[in-house]
């Protein structure tokens, strides 16, 4: 019998902001843990939070063998990687007196608006351990922020937010972007015409709205079950040459999420091609996927710390390319989609979504706030011959700021 | 359970919560988990009549290390029973348990039975190709003791049946997924045969639907759609957290207005049994029946203390957390929108070209509320036509309302056993909506 163990703990520090002010300070520290015990091709699980020991957990694994939970996938074996990106971060009290720095100036510049919602200060430990030789451990700390804004004129019950989310914060450059996005908000502009535009994608907000149909479609077991839109479409040119669809677990890139999956699989560079240079690759999968349909395991296994591993969407990003924003807009105006959310895709692939906030963008200024808009368009157009690219540059010179930038029909709301 | 002493210099509350969840899940034939836990842990805050200081842990054996952490960041306050906003808390105690751990005494292998029962009748779909099939039952009890007095004790039972499923037929695939939520294990027997209609309706939409053009429509909303709309376009809209400190919001949303078709009314209650069942909130307060809208004028809103003491209105039973990771925040519990005086056929009859939407993928709303349908019908003259694909729904909250022209007189307030309401971090929190079948003008349409 096998023994893998994962421990999990998120300790957090925010402050929830309200009417301007902090309002409060939470502090949130959980353990999750789990053993797994592997017999044959079965798999029994048992977990539990807080004061739980390990041996209890083992004994209680060990008995959920007779739920007889088919695992005929070999464990992950040798390996042993520690990664710790907590480096460089305040303490909590300096978090504190950060954030209450942050928020005070953020309201003195500017006073048209009121902020809610919250800052963080989070350090996540993760470990997968099994007595097959594997040892990953991740460590992490970073910040995330979204300080919701509304104009004290306005009737809404929001009207935008600006975030950030990273392990480099600097006050001076989050109130930069800030400036830059309050003051393209206040500034009302029409909609030049109805018709096709260039469109940014804002990715930090945006960008799972419009890869939501790989999320769905590029599912391992869909795919190969003939249930997916591009099912039998492997290897196949489906769209621009620049577009690259990527699974990334790279801890450069992403914040607070383990560099290996709940299997232990650590992928090359802990990143995965899906698409690459619009060619389909492969769909995602997690090793029961792969065994069953001979398509290569992208680590894409997830789950609750105390289940069975399973297949579930992975974090998708769309690779950079070379041009920077101003080339991909080109001295033309167009649209900057900063915050887009229920729109969706049909079964077919066409695409439509309702944007919340929409700026009018040249590619190295926000112009001013458009009204309401609707963009629509096509899974096979807006990926192919509409795709002009991911920006190398970032919006905000900070921290994320990707823009995905495509034409699209647009019209008023 | 360790006791913890209060410092009477501070207001102090604690609320223990037991989750005890079950869940056992099929991919296609093939038993993919099965599971039981138990998890117990706390959230604790502490108010100095300044600033809330707040806890989330699951070490619950050093508690009071944990409440004197508190006291230590905040400030001592000897008239903090003064407090407004303390002096609203309500004072409740007693032992509310309606359930007592009744999902708990059947046993894993009967759950397993019944999902088999219901997995039996995916083999009359033609089209299917792959599904995710899964029962999952929930239950809470949660212990809520405070410095001022309050000790209650209650608990809630969920169970249902949540099948994913994904059709394919010559190139067009199409993904839907069957839900039933219910409080008790018995009614979910009661269900099955549901399945197959929904089945035949799935296969039906991925043969025969087709794209429309974008544009402005008659819309009839099934209840489901009524419900997430309802939730989505007035539901958050009626969270008095964004009203707080705001003298427009305050002055733009005055108790009386004219917000709606005068055949509207909303309410929202955590009274009922289902996903949205709250017989007290997180603060202790009691669940009450709200009015949001009555007869198309608007009738009140919702609150946590915080919230109903800065605005100087009563308490509503609306503070409510995830789980004990979470600090409670105004959410929803049961959302729906009252019925009518016509049947479904006399709304249809009416609509010259539109659609009726039946199943919906997922809703949301600022001042721009979205519907993404999923099974939706072209109605031309009166009758329904065929299937139809839409991407979006959408419009401005306060327009679409007043847009409201016919309520069917049958309604149905639905459960869920997966997924819930999204706010800011805390998702998915458990909620029930729905409505009649209820007739919009001039819905856009993408």
Known sequence: ?413 | MKSVNFNENFYTDIRYETITERKIIYLNDELQGMKEREERGAFVRVFDGNRWYYSSTTKLSQLQEEVDNLYFMAEECKEINENENIKLLELNSGEYLKYNDALSKISMEEKNELLKEYMEVLSQAKYLKTYKAQYVDKAIVKKIISSKGTDVIFDVENCGVQISLTFSYEGNTFSETFQKGRDNFQSLKDNIDDLKDFLIKCEEFLVNSVDITAGKYTVILSPLAAGIFAHESFGHKSEADFMVGDETMIKEWSIGKEVGAPILSIVDTGQIAGSGFVPFDDEGTKAKENYLIKDGNLAGRLHSSKTACSLKEGLTGNARAMNFEYEPMVRMTNTYILPGKNTLDELISQVEDGFLVDTVKHGSGMSTFTIAPSICYRIKGGKIVEPAKISVISGSVFETLKNIDGLSKNYELLSFVTGGCGKMEQWPLPVGFGGPYVRVQNMNIQ
Not at chain 1, 358 to 365: K, V
């Open chain 1, 1 to 413: 019998m096998k023994k893998e163990i994962y421990i999990d703990n998120m300790k957090e520090t925010s402050l929830i902001i309200s009417a301007s002010k902090v309002d409060s300070v939470k502090m949130r520290d959980i353990t999750k843990k789990s053993v797994r015990m592997y017999d044959g091709n079965f798999i029994g699980i048992a977990g539990g939070v807080g004061e739980v020991s390990i041996e209890d957990l083992q004994k209680k694994a060990r008995e959920n063998i007779k739920n007889k939970i088919p695992y005929n996938s070999e464990i992950s074996k040798d390996k042993h990687i520690e990664i710790d990106k907590s480096n460089n971060i305040m303490d909590d009290k300096e978090f504190l007196l950060e954030g209450e720095k942050l928020l005070s100036e953020l309201v003195k510049e500017n006073e048209d608006f009121i902020f809610s919602n919250k800052i963080t200060m989070a350090e996540r430990t993760t470990n997968l351990i099994n007595d097959q030789n594997l040892d990953l451990r991740y460590k992490d700390k970073s910040m995330y922020f979204e300080i919701i804004f509304k104009e004290k004129s306005s009737s809404s019950i929001f009207d935008g937010y600006v975030a950030y989310e990273g392990r480099n914060y600097n006050r001076e450059d989050f109130l930069n972007m800030s400036s830059k996005v309050l003051k393209g908000y206040k500034n009302q502009v029409d909609l030049p015409y109805e018709g096709k535009f260039k469109v940014g994608v804002f990715m930090d907000s945006c960008e799972q709205l419009f890869l939501k149909i790989f999320s769905k479609e590029l599912n391992g077991r869909i795919f190969a079950e003939g249930g997916s839109l591009f099912s039998n479409k492997l290897g196949e040119k489906l769209f621009n040459d620049d577009f690259t669809l990527i699974e990334s677990r790279n801890p450069d890139d992403v914040y607070l999420q383990p560099f290996f999956d709940m299997e232990g699989t650590v992928l090359k560079d802990y990143s995965s091609n899906l698409i690459k240079n619009g060619v389909l690759i492969s769909p995602y999968t997690d090793k029961k996927t792969s065994k069953k349909y001979n398509i290569k395991n992208t680590g894409s296994a997830s789950g609750d710390y105390d289940e069975v591993p399973t297949l579930i969407q992975p974090n998708l990003t769309v690779k950079a390319g070379n041009k920077t924003l101003k080339e991909l807009f080109g001295g033309e105006k167009g649209i900057l989609l900063y915050i887009a959310s229920g729109g969706d895709f049909t079964s077919s692939g066409q695409f439509g979504t309702p944007v919340q906030l929409a700026f009018l963008y040249d590619g190295e200024n926000i112009i001013g706030r458009l009204p309401e808009i609707q963009v629509s368009s096509d899974v096979y157009k807006m990926f192919n011959d509409d795709y002009l690219g991911v920006c190398s540059d970032s919006l905000f010179n900070m921290n994320g700021g990707k823009v995905m930038v495509m034409n699209m029909d647009v019209k008023k709301m």
